[in-house]
C-alpha cells in the first residue's frame, strides 16, 4: 500500500502513511503479525520521498536467498568492480529488508546483514534477490542559515558526487542493539570523521527518511548550527589529518547552499536525495522558529 502524496515538488514526493502499513510492493496485510517483503520486483519509481517520522524502529531479518547462478553473476560483477576501483571492500554493511507503518508516524525498518558484495546483484539482469542499502546522513546548518554539502574524492565508490555528510549503517557486533540510538551515534562519528564536526548524539534530532534510487533508505539527522569559520576550520583540519596519515580523504570539498538554486553552481553529479533536502531546509529554516 503506497503512502499517500501530500505535497508534490520538482524532483520529491513528500509524504505520509494513509494507513498503518507501508511495503515495497503493496502486498496486503497478512494478518496482526508484522511483516516484510523483499524487493522482488521493480523499485519504486524514479524521485525521492520524503517520509515525516517521530518514532523509529528497526527489527532484523534475513536477506533472500540466492541461486547459484546469482551468487556466480554477482561475483563476476564484483570482481570486475574492484579491478576498476581496487579502493572498494566487501566489508560487513545493513541493508534494508522491508519497511512498514505502525502508526501515522511509527515507521518499523527491517534491516539485514550483507557485504558490500550484494550490491553487486543490482547489476545482475534479471535478478530480483537484492535488498535496498540503509544509510545514515546529517544535515549540518551554520549560522547564517545554510548548510553544508560536500564532494566525495576521486578513491571513494562514488567520485566527484555532491551529497551530505554520512555513510552505510554497519551491523552491530558482540551483543549490540541496532536501534535508532545506535543510528544516531552512527551518524555523529560520520559527521565527525568526514567534516571534524564533533557533536554529542543526544543533540542530533531525527528530521526524516528518505527513500531513492534503487529504493534505499536514508535516515537523516538534524545537528545543531555551527558558525561558518568553524565549519571551515575543522574541516580543513580533517582533510590535512588525512594525508598524513597518508590517505586520501572521504570528502575533499564542501560548499555551503542555502537553497536548491546554489546547488546549480556545483558541478559533478548529485546524490539524489540532496536537492528535496536543501528544498525542505530552506522552507524549514524560513519558518518562525525553524
Do not use: K
Not at 533508505?217 to 590535512?240: D, K
Amino acid at each position: 500500500m503506497q503512502p499517500a502524496e501530500r505535497q508534490a515538488l520538482t524532483g520529491m514526493r513528500v509524504a505520509v502513511p494513509d494507513h498503518t502499513d507501508f511495503r515495497w510492493q503493496g502486498e496486503p496485510r497478512r494478518g496482526p503479525v508484522r511483516t516484510m517483503s523483499w524487493v522482488t520486483e521493480t523499485p519504486p519509481p524514479a524521485g525521492v520521498d520524503l517520509f515525516e517520522v517521530h518514532r523509529l524502529c528497526l527489527e532484523e531479518s534475513e536477506a533472500p536467498p540466492l541461486s547459484p547462478e546469482d551468487r556466480a553473476a554477482r561475483d563476476r560483477v564484483w570482481t570486475a568492480a574492484t579491478s576498476a576501483n581496487p579502493t572498494l571492500f566487501d566489508g560487513p554493511v545493513v541493508a534494508c529488508a522491508g519497511v512498514e507503518w505502525e502508526g501515522p508516524r511509527d515507521l518499523v525498518l527491517f534491516w539485514a546483514r550483507v557485504t558490500y558484495r550484494h550490491y553487486a546483484l543490482r547489476r545482475v539482469p534479471g535478478c530480483r534477490s537484492w535488498l535496498p542499502s540503509l544509510f545514515v546522513n546529517v544535515v549540518q546548518p551554520t549560522d547564517d542559515g545554510r548548510m553544508l554539502v560536500a564532494r566525495m574524492s576521486s578513491s571513494t565508490a562514488a567520485p566527484g558526487r555532491w551529497q551530505l555528510p554520512g555513510g552505510s549503517v554497519e551491523p552491530p557486533e558482540g551483543g549490540q542493539v541496532l536501534d535508532e540510538a545506535a543510528l544516531r551515534g552512527h551518524a555523529v562519528r560520520e559527521l565527525a570523521e568526514e567534516t571534524g564536526i564533533s557533536a554529542a548524539p543526544e543533540r542530533l534530532r531525527l528530521w526524516v527518511v528518505t527513500r531513492g534510487e534503487n529504493g534505499s533508505i536514508g535516515v537523516t539527522y538534524l545537528a545543531p548550527p555551527v558558525s561558518t569559520a568553524e565549519l571551515r576550520e575543522r574541516f580543513a583540519i580533517a582533510v590535512a589529518d588525512e594525508r598524513a596519515r597518508g590517505c586520501d580523504p572521504e570528502l575533499d570539498r564542501i560548499a555551503l547552499v542555502g537553497s536548491p538554486a546554489d546547488l546549480t553552481r556545483l558541478r559533478g553529479p548529485h546524490a539524489d536525495y540532496l536537492e528535496p533536502l536543501v528544498r525542505r531546509y530552506a522552507g524549514f529554516h524560513r519558518r518562525p522558529g525553524g
